[in-house]
């Protein structure tokens, strides 16, 4: 029976840990602890922690501020799994979360790195389901953050949620970075190693992401610069297809510039945009059975691909 760690690095965030913790109490699959790395918080979750102690088995950690990163390799050197899984602290995890997890390795006894995608809770506000829309749909991202089954291919590990063996990370010594992109940059290590990264379709986790546009737009921007800024130190992270939002961001430029200036031309230059907005807002719609959170969701697309556009094109033009 495997037996698996959950490492969970946490900042700030004593509200959000506690409603993580909640969920794996009622985990079906019983063989596993949580190992929470509290990283240099100024408000702790150490009381929350201990008020679970006799739901879960659980270790508690606090470090001086290292980022996320080093964290949770921090909590790999103390965990006792065979597995490590990470979740971040603003997730929440369904009662079949980590026997979905058992079952796929079970079936599938090679595999040794693989992610899971992220879906959003009925409890979630209509921007954090617009949001999650927007960072999910195949209509705005292609599938690649989780909507493909990918068995046979490489999958793109995302730190909310991913795990590995014991042996894959004594091969490839875990997290390289403190944060942001450090988990695309242990992908193509893991790769390189000779790993198979794959998605489990079935090991979804809730996943809150940002609470307003604003911050969800200056995170975004962040994820558009890191792309450029990966590539130059682990080459062939940038890939064609993360061109996208930066063409985007050029085209939905052009279509308003034309809705001020060239009016009379405006509805010839922008239709491919019209006819991909109305698909936005239906598919939404049908999704969250909601025409308002279908326009939200068109927002937090707009919004998604545009500040992620504008971080990749100032990376690549401006900071060289």
Not at 177 to 182: A, F, P, Q, S, T
Request: aromatic fraction near 14%; hydrophobic fraction near 40%; proline fraction near 3%.
């Amino acid at each position: 029976m495997k037996h698996y760690s959950i490492v969970i690095p946490v900042y700030n965030r004593p509200d959000e840990i506690k409603e993580l913790l909640a969920s794996l109490v009622f985990q079906t699959y019983k063989n596993f602890e949580v190992v929470v790395v509290e990283d240099g918080s100024k408000i702790d979750s150490k009381s929350i922690i201990d008020s679970f102690s006799e739901d879960l088995t659980i270790q508690y950690f606090f470090t001086p501020n290292q980022g996320q990163g080093f964290a949770r390799n921090y909590g790999f050197e103390r965990a006792k799994g065979d597995y490590f899984l990470v979740l971040d602290s603003d997730v929440i995890v369904p009662e079949n979360y980590l026997k979905n997890i058992d079952d796929f390795l079970t079936q599938n006894p090679t595999i040794e790195a693989f992610g899971g995608p992220d879906a959003a809770h009925e409890s979630f506000t209509d921007i954090q389901k617009a949001i999650n829309y927007a960072m999910t749909a195949t209509l705005v991202t292609g599938g690649i953050r989780g909507k493909k089954k990918r068995i046979g291919g490489s999958y793109q590990l995302r730190s909310y949620n991913l795990g590995v063996s014991r042996n894959v990370w004594q091969k490839t010594g875990g997290f390289a970075k403190r944060d942001m992109g450090e988990d695309i940059e242990w992908t193509l290590r893991i790769n390189k190693a000779g790993f198979q990264t794959v998605l489990i379709p079935e090991a979804f986790v809730y996943h809150k992401r940002r609470g307003t546009f604003a911050q969800f737009a200056k995170q975004i921007i962040s994820f558009g610069k890191t792309r450029i800024y990966l590539n130059k130190i682990q080459p062939g992270a940038l890939k064609l297809i993360h061109w996208f939002p930066a063409m985007f961001t050029l085209y939905f430029t052009v279509c308003l510039i034309s809705a001020i200036f060239l009016s009379k031309y405006s509805l010839i230059i922008c239709f491919p945009l019209i006819i991909c907005a109305i698909a936005v807002v239906i598919d939404a719609s049908v999704f969250y059975k909601s025409l308002k959170l279908g326009f939200l969701s068109l927002w937090a697309s707009i919004v998604q691909l545009t500040s992620y556009g504008r971080g990749f094109l100032k990376a690549f033009f401006l900071e060289k």
